[in-house]
């Protein structure tokens, strides 16, 4: 992967902190900050777009991680809760609460597993698939907005940099 991305000259906040943490410290590589910093606050803003999707659409952020498990999983939109915990990475007691106070808002049903009526499967209402994909257009809008600033190769590249930076954490 050749590096294509186009440097801006122009300051940034997290230009400032680094350069007062160089002058005050010129010990240290300060090299990270540069990165990790600009992460964290584009992690805010993906935060607030996130909120604004879903809000918009009457869900909570929980919410939206969970029938978007269920979405992915293709038709007929249903997993176990044991899949569900693996893709949402809450606690077992978290998931169960969860999924009550979805099936109360009428968003997915908990029925028996046809191959063993002992599995309990949960699997997305029309109004829950209607819910996540609606939502899902409205934070892709949002998030195509976020990466205005580059084009489509830049994008790849950084999605590619960034997936690299997490495999660390992942495998």
Excluded: C
């Amino acid at each position: 992967m050749s590096s294509n991305l186009v440097v801006m000259t122009v300051e940034d906040e997290v230009d400032r902190i680094v350069e007062a943490w160089q002058r005050e410290r010129a010990d240290l590589d300060v090299t990270p900050l540069g990165v990790f910093s600009r992460i964290g606050r584009l992690a805010r803003h993906l935060d607030l777009a996130r909120r604004a999707a879903f809000t918009s659409r009457g869900l909570e952020v929980w919410e939206f991680d969970v029938l978007s498990a269920l979405r992915r999983a293709g038709e007929p939109y249903e997993l176990t809760p044991g899949r569900l915990l693996t893709q949402t990475l809450v606690s077992s007691g978290t998931m169960t609460n969860r999924i009550d106070r979805l099936v109360a808002h009428g968003l997915v049903v908990r029925a028996p597993a046809p191959e063993d009526r002992r599995v309990v499967l949960v699997r997305l209402t029309e109004e829950g698939l209607a819910a996540v994909d609606a939502a899902l257009e409205d934070l892709l809008r949002r998030e195509s907005k976020l990466l205005a600033a580059i084009d489509d190769e830049q994008s790849e590249e950084l999605s590619a940099i960034l997936r690299q930076l997490l495999t660390q954490f992942e495998h």
